[in-house]
T-cell receptor, first 116, second 114 residues
Framework: AQSVTQLDSHVSVSEGTPVLLRCNYS??????LFWYVQHPNKGLQLLLKYTSAATLVKGINGFEAEFKKSETSFHLTKPSAHMSDAAEYFC??????????????FGRGTSLIVHP | EAQVTQNPRYLITVTGKKLTVTCSQNMNHEYMSWYRQDPGLGLRQIYY???????DKGDVPEGYKVSRKEKRNFPLILESPSPNQTSLYFC?????????????FGPGTRLTVL
């Protein structure tokens, strides 16, 4: 079984300050982990993914995430927020189900608000 | 351009009137799935398909049907829609079952059932 918890439903930052979106996961296997972003009235777009290679993963638009197995975390960070970063962010864990079908599990999402 | 398309983008209907939401991908992906997105609940998988003629239930399949007669298409069918199916629906595809593969999402279909 697998699960994912996004620890904050909303995060509010000022433009130019660091962003931290927290994600903890649970999995019986070594999973793959993803962060997706959803801008208003848009579909989901992949930001970055971890697939058992380097534990620090760099994504698009200056975002990065660090896989910490001991803490079962995959937090998303960005050094300096931009107004265009305001969106909904989803953490996703994907590992094999008992039937081997690798059904991904989504977190409930974190809404990032960026103030001028 | 590699993409997943959905139609319609917006749909308002009445209880009990059958409807179909189409989904098509042009990336020759094996795996396709349907999700619904509701406030505070994230995305929940409705059905998925591992290949042509192979479909299986996700977390919330009640009230929905799917078919996969061609690799590129994966329509979502609501035989008798009810107001609790009012939601934002996303179709997604990925290359294969491997957990390494990311999903590509369509733009979404906003459904309102009156």
């Amino acid at each position: 079984a697998q699960s994912v918890t996004q620890l904050d439903s909303h995060v509010s930052v000022s433009e130019g300050t660091p962003v931290l979106l927290r994600c903890n996961y649970s999995s019986s296997y070594s999973p793959s982990l993803f962060w997706y972003v959803q801008h208003p009235n848009k579909g989901l777009q992949l930001l970055l993914k971890y697939t058992s290679a380097a534990t620090l993963v760099k994504g698009i638009n200056g975002f990065e995430a660090e896989f910490k197995k001991s803490e079962t975390s995959f937090h998303l960070t960005k050094p300096s927020a931009h107004m265009s970063d305001a969106a909904e962010y989803f953490c996703v864990v994907s590992g094999p189900s008992p039937g081997g079908s690798y059904i991904p599990t989504f977190g409930r999402g974190t809404s990032l608000i960026v103030h001028p | 351009e590699a993409q997943v398309t959905q139609n319609p983008r917006y749909l308002i209907t009445v209880t009990g009137k059958k409807l179909t939401v189409t989904c098509s991908q042009n990336m020759n992906h094996e795996y396709m799935s349907w999700y619904r997105q509701d406030p505070g609940l994230g995305l929940r998988q409705i059905y998925y398909s591992m290949n042509v003629e192979v479909t299986d239930k996700g977390d919330v399949p009640e009230g929905y049907k799917v078919s996969r007669k061609e690799k590129r298409n994966f329509p979502l069918i609501l035989e008798s829609p009810s107001p609790n199916q009012t939601s934002l629906y996303f179709c997604a595809s990925r290359a294969s079952l491997s957990s390494y593969n990311e999903q590509f999402f369509g733009p979404g279909t906003r459904l309102t059932v009156l």
